[in-house]
């Protein structure tokens, strides 16, 4: 459990800590627009679009979203076809990580793509989702 917890800690701190480096995929490509309902207005929320082999790490793009009217949302622009993954989280205390309780359980919510319920770190092929030429518009529940 506590090899678990430290993984989660550290993968999420190390999402958090470099969601803000934006960087262009491609010059050309697609559109993927994200919303996420939360209830809470506190703090932000970070989003962070990965491949397979920069999930749960350095995203390839990262961005942040404003709480208005219960919404957060981003839209991810110039995105090549392929196969993707997004890392969501609601930053509280807008402090730009993670916080995690004494046990190590996370303090701040978190989702995925594809909506699946973990006990543990997310996994790449429950969040993987294939991106064409066709813009693309998802909802991640935290």
Known sequence: MKTILLTITLA???FLLNAQTST????????????VPIKSTSGKVIFGLHDETTFMKQPLVGLSSEIKDGMANVTFTNVSPGNYGIIVLHDKNDNKRMDFEPNGMPKEAFGVSNNIMIMGPPQWSDAKFEVTNTPIEMEIRL
Not at 28 to 35: A, E, M, N, P, R
């Open 24 to 35: 262009e995929i491609t010059s050309k490509g697609t559109s993927i627009t994200v919303t």
């Open 12 to 14: 999420l701190t190390t």
